[in-house]
């Protein structure tokens, strides 16, 4: 009898142990699945804001940056449509400030008497319009002289500094100058700005009567902004997004992949997000590009609202390649690194070739021998270095365009496959011994 109690009470003991082993078997996948639902969520929302990070990233560094703003614009000097867009543009400020006809009027008016048997009056109507015409090409080609000459990028950048300055100050409410909005919402430009600071040059091409120039009356409208509280909100919103959002993204995609059960899986996610969602962004800039143009329809030639467009957004396009290539890298990486057999035979098949050459080097004393240790005891300061170098890049150099992101991205591919080579090959991992063709794991990548 007593036997047969601690029977049953040892069977009880086991089917409560049982039990309890099933209760964590039968939890763990449903915990795993939430993880990798919560990792997808995270890791999405991140790559799409990556896009919406780099346009109010660069918006918010024009908008409230001067020299940043000069730096985007100044290559626009020396673009020749942009260069003849701005001396009609000038020329014509010029002319209405002038009035030749008038002026050349007055002149002869006092040079040939009304009347005045020797000139008649046909004759000096005839010589009054030749003159003014005259004076309208004399000011053409001064002004082009100096939109071509190697003074106006000087004064290119200038005008623009002193452009920018006064919106800044305009959008933080500090003051009022050449960048003013009017009542009825409009954002205008006063031109004495740029006629200003072309005074100067175009008295030294030739043109004297730049220095009698009066006073630029005229004014450029620049956009239509509903109202000055809602525009400094605008600018205000913008500046703080641009601060905020890149880090954001960054920050849930980090989390995403930490939260993953698969990490592997997860950067690979993460970087076909990347890759769909900042191809959607400069797909969308490349369509932009000709909306533009049609926008301002006959307001200015569709050949220099493109070039404009160009400069203007080619720091954005280049972000936008630079986190398509990121996410390409991504993708590759966490597609070799998962535990699917085609990824196995990937990695044995990479350190077989890359043990090959680090044997062959060593074998030729080109490299030393205890260079590969050496190499995979500190693998992790290469990757750091690697990443520090290229984020600097990223950060100063400028201006960054498309072909500067490509050249230190294959600069990159490149100095990783010199690392790989010269670190050699470890041993094979258990799992990729295993994961033979027929044999792959139930779970892949």
């Known amino acids: 009898m007593t036997t047969s109690k601690s029977e049953l009470a040892r069977l009880k ?21 939430l993880r990798s639902i919560a990792a997808t969520l995270l890791i999405v929302l991140g790559a799409v804001l ?15 940056d001067t020299e940043r703003f000069v730096e985007t614009l100044s290559p626009l000097a020396e673009d020749p449509e942009v260069q003849s867009y701005l001396g009609d543009q000038i020329a014509g400020a010029i002319e209405e400030a002038l009035d030749p006809d008038s002026a050349v009027g007055t002149l002869l008016d006092f040079v040939v008497p009304a009347g005045d048997e020797v000139v008649p009056e046909l004759i000096a109507s005839q010589l009054q319009t030749v003159l003014a015409d005259q004076v309208r090409a004399g000011i053409r080609l001064a002004v082009d002289e100096v939109a071509t000459s190697d003074a106006f990028p000087t004064v290119w950048d200038g005008a623009l500094r002193a452009v920018h300055s006064e919106f800044v100050v305009l959008m933080e409410g500090r003051g009022d100058g050449a960048l003013t909005i009017r009542d009825d919402g409009e954002l205008v430009l006063e031109l004495r700005v740029l006629v200003d600071s072309l005074k100067p040059a175009l008295v030294d091409a030739g043109f004297g009567l730049a220095s009698a120039i009066p006073a630029v009356d005229k004014e450029l409208v620049l956009a239509e902004i509903p109202g000055v509280t809602a525009a400094r909100l605008a600018y205000s919103a913008v500046t703080t997004a641009g601060a905020l959002i890149p880090w954001l993204s960054l920050a849930l995609v980090a ?38 143009a049609q926008l301002l329809g006959t307001a200015m030639p569709a050949q220099v609202s493109q070039v404009i467009y160009d400069g203007i957004t080619g720091v954005t396009h280049a972000s936008a390649a630079a986190l398509v290539l990121i996410g390409v890298f ?30 062959a080097l060593v074998a030729g004393r080109l490299v030393s021998a205890r260079v590969p240790s050496v190499l995979r005891r500190s693998g992790w300061v290469f990757a750091l270095v690697l990443i520090v170098i290229a984020l600097v890049l ?33 041993a094979p991992a258990a799992e990729d011994s295993a994961a033979a063709p027929g044999k792959a794991p139930a779970e892949s990548v």
Do not use: H
């Open 394 to 426: 990223f950060a100063t150099v400028r201006p960054l365009t498309v072909s500067g992101v490509v050249i230190t991205a294959v600069v990159a591919a490149l100095a990783s496959l010199v690392f790989a080579v010269l670190r050699g090959a470890d």
């Open 255 to 292: 989390a995403g992949i930490a939260v993953s059960p698969r990490r592997s899986r997860a950067v690979a996610v993460a970087g076909g997000a990347l890759v769909i969602t900042a191809g959607a962004l400069a797909l969308g800039l490349n369509i932009g590009r000709g909306v533009l």
């Open 330 to 359: 991504a993708l590759a990486a966490g597609l070799i690194a998962g535990r699917s057999a085609g990824a196995a035979r990937v990695r044995t098949a990479a350190a077989e070739l890359f043990g090959s050459a680090n044997r």
């Open 13 to 33: 003991a086991e089917n409560a142990r049982l039990t309890a082993e099933l209760s964590k078997v039968s939890t763990a996948p449903r915990r795993s699945i």
């Open 50 to 64: 990556a896009p919406i990070g780099v346009v109010t990233a660069w918006a918010g560094a024009e908008l409230s």
